[in-house]
């Protein structure tokens, strides 16, 4: 078991005071803003003017004042797009609509007043390129609009546009994925998955992966994900090459957030199907057929208002039903071989393994005798009494259709109250995934079940237009299991002369459970932001791998000290192979 805590931020006895009475988790949700200074028609500053800024989907709204330099901020904005109106004494009002606020990021506008009555309105009508001059960072952001259009590999963000941002390489491939820990095939299922894509000079390891504002990341191996949402279920995503905010700071590679979708004044919904199979996959150089696949995934997603103005939810529903092509290019034992074994070795580990395990197909081509495998592969024992022209190896292709399913099911809810000076929001995803994984010899082919879970409660409060408060509490959790099918054999991971050995690792199981707490003061005067908050996480990685540790591991260094039962080396608990 591996439990860590970490204290970051500062820890005055004013915030000690705020975190007894907010709860909190991961980092803001609401972390978006709006800023600029408005002036009149000669470039002066107007001092007083009131700007509105409404959510277009909710019609949420929030009202500050000019300040004496006529800078305006508002912070603290959930991503979407946005109204503003700001309106003057002695001027025409002034309105730009469709301002798209993206996630994590501060919209610059140019608002200029012309003199004029007020019942007058300059409407901006035209959208301007998103300009961030808050702070310098290397990012880029992909709104719905782009995840919809994009062509999708297995459906999955991280893995199709993660790298498409600047600064940020690699390919995006799924890699790091281990079949027990439902990550096999690219989709958006797994709960274990890591993702070719490096920035600042890092490796994938030193990746980070944020929904709304919490991280993702695995505890049990870095730069690994838990939670990878539907792109249905996104509104948003962003990807940073290079973070210098202590809030987000706890990597150094690549930071990707993600930010779903909430429910609007508009009830709402998607249907969507992806079908693939063998008929429309290219065989590689070495198949002679395109082995057995199908994949279906499907699902929806519904929105809408519960109380309009006020309270909104989000949900989705997601299934996925495969089956994947896999093809092994393997070097055997040959029937003979085993045979000869079984009939003159019968208590030995390789008979014991052969009867057992067999191949689903033996070596067609490229044969190796006794002979050539003693030749090949150097030992210090002396050979045991096999015949040197006995036909032992050779070379096949074996064809596999592992099964692999999963579900996400999702739901958000969003409420706005005393007159959109508290917003609370709550979101939850669930996750559960069936990864077969296939080996050429079938009786060492099973089933990992995996789970997954995520709970975030984000509550933001606004004390004044200069001081807010923003406070969160998340909970993920996942589990899983890896079965043996031989629990009383050892493992036998190296043979000198075949590819695929007899390794084998459980019964065992794993879960892990993370807590995050968080909570930041904002506290704006003038064009500056002060932000002191407090971090609190608690992670545990509970892992029962005593059945694989407890298990004898032994190298043959050819067939011929595997039949003699004569291992070149041994680890875990000593045990004489003969007996």
Known sequence: ???????????????????????????????????????????????????????????????????????????????????????????????????????????????????????????????????????????RTLEDQTVAESPLVGQNLYASVGSLAPGVTGLGDASGSIASAGSQGTNSFSTEAGFQINAAGQRQDANEFQVDGTTVNGDSRDGVVNITPEPDTVAEMKVTAATFSAEKGLQSGALIELFTKSGTNQFHGTLSEMHTDAAMTARTEFQTEVPHSLRNDFGGTVGGPIFRDHTFFFGSLFWMKSVLGETFNENLETKDYEQYVIQNFPNSLAA?????????????????????????????????????????????????????????????????FNGDKDKLFYSLFNNHTQSQHVDPRPAYTYIAPNTGMYNKLDYLHTFSVSLVNEASVSFGRVTGSQPAPFSSLPTIYYIGGIDDDFAQWGPSGWAQNNWYAHDTLSFTHGKHTLRV??????????????????????????????????PFSQSGPVMNPKT
């Not at 001027?91 to 007043?113: H, I, T």
């Not at 007020?118 to 290397?138: I, K």
């Not at 011929?560 to 039962?565: E, G, T």
């Open 352 to 416: 014991q393994f052969f009867a057992k395990a067999p191949p689903s197909a033996y070596p067609t081509k490229n044969f190796q005798t006794i002979a050539d495998n003693e030749a090949n592969y150097y030992t210090p024992y002396a050979p045991p009494d096999i015949p040197g022209d006995l036909v032992a190896s050779g070379e096949t292709f074996i064809n596999a259709s592992p099964s692999n399913n999963g579900f996400q099911g999702h739901v958000r809810v969003d409420h706005n």
């Open 533 to 566: 908050g407090v971090d609190v996480d608690k992670l545990a990685d509970l892992d029962n791998f005593e059945n694989g540790d407890v298990r004898p591991y032994f190298l043959f260094l050819n067939l011929l000290d595997m039949a003699a039962d004569h």
């Open 1 to 139: 078991m591996a439990s860590t805590l970490r204290l970051v931020g500062l820890r005055a006895f004013t915030m000690l005071a705020l975190l007894l009475f907010f709860s909190a988790a991961g980092w803001a949700q609401y972390a978006s803003g709006i800023e600029g200074t408005v002036l009149d028609e000669s470039g002066a500053a107007i001092v007083g003017a009131q700007c509105t800024v409404t959510n277009q989907d909710t019609q949420v709204q929030q009202v500050v004042v000019s300040d004496p330099q006529g800078y305006v901020r508002i912070q603290h904005l959930a991503p979407g797009k946005y109204r503003i109106q700001i309106e003057a004494s002695g001027f025409e009002k002034w309105v730009q609509s469709n301002v798209l606020v993206e996630g994590s990021a501060v919209r610059a506008v140019y608002p200029k007043l012309k003199v004029g009555q007020n019942v007058a309105t300059v409407e901006v009508r035209a959208e301007t390129e998103n300009l961030e001059t808050s702070q310098g960072t290397m990012s």
